[in-house]
């Protein structure tokens, strides 16, 4: 079963827009990956963050941990074409321990 | 050169038919895995090795298996291929030395069981 639930499916935003995607998860984390996916290719790490850890920056990423709530939120900014992929949080339980991946969220950045 | 390179990319078979599909790594990561996507259900993993001794089932194993010749390699079959086996499937590694758990992916294999 998936352990991250990713909302919304899809999102269709203007460029220079910010996006924001959310990701919640059931069990307790060792830290939290989103990754990008250009359409039929492979993913690509973007962000990590802990579960001691509240935000992280990077470049025009910025993403949000609450372990209280069990969510996380990926926030693009100043949005381009270049953007449109599909993202994917992924948990990992304990460190080393394998990762479990969210159903992704479709994101278009219309020029 | 790419890092995680997987063979073939595309492949259409037949239903019962046995079929392989490799992974290879330049990365020098002990671990490797197996995962497959269809669409509106995210990655699913299959099998999983920690290193060339270790191999661990992961949530969709069965019909499937999987063999780590060496280090750089980590080849998934399909035993007796069937239609619900049509996906993309994608191999990635992982280094336990680094603080980051980050997995590094390959192209992904387009299968098609038909």
């Known amino acids: 079963s998936q352990q991250g639930e990713e909302d919304p499916q899809a999102l269709s935003i203007q460029e220079g827009e910010n996006a924001t995607m959310n990701c919640s998860y059931k069990t307790s984390i060792n830290n939290l990956q989103w990754y990008r996916q250009n359409s039929g290719r492979g993913l690509v790490h973007l962000i990590l963050?802990?579960?001691?850890?509240r935000e992280k920056h990077s470049g025009r990423l910025r993403v949000t941990l609450d372990t209280s709530k069990k969510s996380s939120s990926l926030l693009i900014t100043a949005s381009r074409a270049a953007d449109t992929a599909s993202y994917f949080c992924?948990?990992?339980?304990?460190?080393?321990?394998?990762?479990?991946f969210g159903e992704g969220t479709q994101l278009t950045v219309n020029p | 050169d790419a890092d995680v390179t997987q063979t073939p990319r595309n492949r259409i078979t037949k239903t019962g038919k046995r079929i392989m599909l490799e992974c290879s790594q330049t990365k020098g990561h002990d671990r490797m895995y197996w995962y497959r996507q269809d669409p509106g259900l995210g990655l699913r993993l299959i099998y999983y090795s920690f290193d060339v001794k270790d191999i661990n089932k992961g949530e969709i194993s069965d019909g499937y298996s999987v063999s780590r010749q060496a280090q750089a390699k980590f080849s998934l079959s399909l035993e007796s291929a069937i239609p619900n086996q049509t996906a993309l499937y994608f191999c990635a590694t992982s280094d336990p030395g680094t603080a980051d758990y980050e997995q590094y992916f390959g192209p992904g294999t387009r299968l098609t069981v038909t």
């Open positions: 992924a948990t990992q339980e304990t460190s080393g321990s394998r990762l479990t």
């Open positions: 963050i802990r579960s001691n850890e």
